[in-house]
C-alpha cells in the first residue's frame, strides 16, 4: 500500500513563493511519475504538474508555465512543486498523486494513490 502525505501550504501574499512537498510510503515509487493537482470548491480538480519517474520530463498546466516548478528526490520518496509569482487565482487545495505509469501524464485517471491535500491560499 502507499501513502502519500503532502506539507507546506498556507497563507500567502501575491507575487510570493511556495514549495510543496509530498513524501511517499510503501515499496513503489521511483518507478512511478507523479503529479500535482487542484481543486477549488465547486470545480473540477486539476492537472497541475507532472514528472516521470525518472525526473527526466516535466509538463505543466498553461496556467502554472514559468512560475512552477516540479522536481523529486527518489532516494527520499518525495516530490516537491515550487510555485513561484503566486497570484490569487492559485488558491486551492493541492494533491500529489502516483501513477501507475513511469512516463508523465496529466489525466487524473492514470492515478492510483492521491494525498489528503494541503491548502494554498494567495491573498491579494
Keep these: 500500500q ?12 501575491a507575487g510570493g513563493s511556495l514549495r510543496l512537498s509530498c513524501a511517499a510510503s510503501g515499496r513503489t515509487f521511483s518507478t ?5 493537482f487542484r481543486q477549488v470548491p465547486g470545480e473540477e480538480r486539476s492537472f497541475v504538474a507532472s514528472i516521470s519517474a525518472t525526473g527526466g520530463s516535466t509538463s505543466y498546466a498553461d496556467s502554472v508555465k514559468g512560475r512552477f516548478t516540479i522536481s523529486r528526490d527518489n532516494g ?13 487565482e492559485d488558491t486551492a487545495v493541492y494533491y500529489c498523486a502516483m501513477s501507475r505509469a513511469a512516463y508523465i501524464n496529466s489525466g487524473g485517471n ?15
Design 32 to 36: 512511478n511519475a507523479m503529479g500535482w
Design 110 to 124: 492514470n492515478y492510483d494513490y492521491w494525498g489528503q491535500g494541503t491548502q494554498v491560499t494567495v491573498s491579494a
Design 2 to 13: 502507499v501513502q502519500l502525505v503532502e506539507s507546506g501550504g498556507r497563507l500567502v501574499q
Design 76 to 88: 527520499k520518496k518525495t516530490v516537491y512543486l515550487q510555485m513561484d509569482s503566486l497570484r490569487p
